[in-house]
């Protein structure tokens, strides 16, 4: 005699329901995956900015610091005097063109200090890089040597050094 295949009433379609629900449960997994990988490529994309925004708030102090030396060698070799603001800045922006995209700086000087062989001028750059923006600030120190004759009259300034980084911080604004 032949077999005959008996199946329940209730459980006719239930492989389909499973399938069907292990399906779903993929896909869900799959949208969040997606999602989160779209979220770690923002971020991936504003560390990448943020880093371009650091490196040219660097640059712009190398370049600013560079300046400082030129003026002070230029200008006050022969004056006893050490300018509060050098070169006669006021807070400047300076827009910087790059290969992925553009840059702008702000330079602000904070404070000069001064003593009989150093002058040190606090600096603050903000970098900013299509949206990112970074913060420093720093203290750029230039030493130097006065030169009296035999009055103990002042002659020149004879400076030691082309200015150094003395100090440097990172701000989180």
Not at 73 to 79: A, L, P, Q
Request: glycine content about 6%; some cysteine; hydrophobic content about 35%.
């Amino acid at each position: 005699m032949g077999k005959k295949n008996v199946t329940l009433e209730g459980e006719q379609g239930s492989i389909i329901l499973m399938t069907l629900l292990i399906f779903f449960i993929i896909c869900i997994l799959m949208i969040l995956i997606m999602q989160l990988s779209v979220l770690e490529m923002h971020m991936s994309k504003y560390y990448f900015r943020t880093q371009q925004a650091q490196q040219l708030a660097d640059a712009i102090l190398e370049q600013t610091c560079a300046d400082i030396n030129q003026h002070l060698r230029t200008d006050y070799c022969n004056s006893q005097t050490i300018p509060v603001l050098p070169l006669g800045w006021r807070e400047s922006s300076t827009e910087v063109v790059t290969g992925s995209g553009k840059g702008q700086c702000h330079t602000r000087f904070l404070s000069l200090d001064s003593g009989s062989d150093y002058c040190r001028y606090k600096i603050r750059c903000v970098g900013c890089f299509e949206n990112a923006r970074q913060s420093i600030e720093a203290q750029a120190t230039f030493h130097f040597t006065n030169n009296y004759d035999a009055k103990d009259k002042f002659i020149s300034r004879t400076f030691t050094d082309n200015g150094t980084i003395t100090a440097y911080r990172i701000i989180n604004d």
